[in-house]
């Protein structure tokens, strides 16, 4: 059953690599390469944000230090770093990993749908697909929006614990109101899932950005898509070829 | 089929559905844990050449990046 499902979540993966970099590479990726040209420029606006006049006086002018202070914790490279060149390269690197995304996503669904228990298909599959895009998309992005580079946030490891723990009350919270028979059990699992967003998230310094609002929407928008895809799609091909190789088993 | 029997034949059916649970359970459990290790190191792993390989799929897909 393990090589079954190893099995049907490359195959499933692969096919979820390809579907995802296409929609990314006409939704989210000019967002992102647009949202750098702003990032990149920012530099120059933090340089000149504290300076002193002729007067002796010395100020800052009110718009410098907010543009400035959304820059500053949002987005740092070091030159030295490495990274993949814009290109190619970079367009390899991220379907490498979508690649390693659907995978994951297609193992954890076919994992999740065996120790359930059921039948697995292509059908099914879907319905724990939405699920799972519900529990690490949906209501996560309630508390940590999808950013663009140059976001101001708060600090990363704070907002990775809070969007890791979300996705696992979520998980349980809705595993519990579908599959709990018991009432009490149900509402137990509503409260779980809506505690995350009692407790909040961590919240940003400042609330500019470089980029212009419309852009930080669409791209909520575009993110969201990706996201449903990328768990719906693992969803019904991953269930597709586990029936498929398990019946040819 | 004498009443001995029937319980030693439903016994035996209980216990191999318990087995059978079991044996599906441990590879389930196993594939849960590899997919859950891909995403997290995909999507959270810290190393600089890795956040930078991952960057647009991090971003694409809501994670909390940067």
């Not at chain 1, 809506?194 to 609002?213: C, D, F, K, M, R």
């Not at chain 2, 196993?30 to 960057?55: C, D, E, R, W």
């Amino acid at each position: 059953m393990f090589k079954t499902i190893i099995l049907s979540a490359f195959g499933a993966g692969l096919v979820v690599a390809v579907a995802l970099s296409a929609v990314q590479a006409v939704t989210t990726e000019p967002l992102l390469f647009h949202a750098e040209t702003f990032e990149n420029a920012e530099p120059a606006v933090a340089a000149a944000a504290p300076h002193e006049h002729a007067t002796g006086e010395a100020h800052t002018h009110d718009a410098a230090p907010a543009a400035a202070e959304a820059a500053a914790p949002a987005h740092e490279h070091d030159a030295d770093e490495w990274g993949p060149s814009d290109g190619f390269e970079r367009s390899a690197y991220t379907f490498l990993a979508n690649l390693l995304m659907g995978v994951g996503v297609s193992a954890i669904l076919l994992g999740l749908m065996s120790i359930r228990g059921g039948s697995i298909n292509a059908r099914t599959g879907v319905l724990w697909g939405v699920a799972g895009f519900f529990a690490a998309g949906l209501l996560p992005s309630l508390g940590l929006t999808p950013e663009l580079p140059g976001t101001p946030a708060a600090a990363l490891e704070a907002r990775q614990i809070w969007w890791l723990s979300t996705v696992a009350a979520s998980a349980i919270g809705i595993a519990l109101i579908v599959f709990a028979e018991s009432v009490l059990l149900k509402i137990a699992g509503l409260v779980i899932g809506v505690l995350p967003h009692v407790i909040g998230a961590p919240v940003p310094p400042s609330l500019e950005a470089a980029y212009p609002a419309v852009m930080a929407a669409e791209f909520t928008s575009a993110s969201l898509v990706v996201t449903a895809l990328l768990w719906a799609l693992s969803g019904i091909c991953a269930g597709w070829l586990y029936q498929r190789l398990s019946r040819s088993a | 089929m004498t009443q001995f029997s029937k319980t030693a034949t439903s016994a035996t059916v209980i216990a191999a559905g318990q087995a059978q649970t079991g044996a599906r359970m441990i590879p389930a459990l196993v594939a849960v844990a590899f997919g859950i290790f891909l995403f997290v190191g995909t999507g959270f792993a810290a190393p600089s050449m890795v956040h930078n390989a991952t960057h647009d799929t991090r971003h694409a897909l809501g994670l909390p990046c940067h």
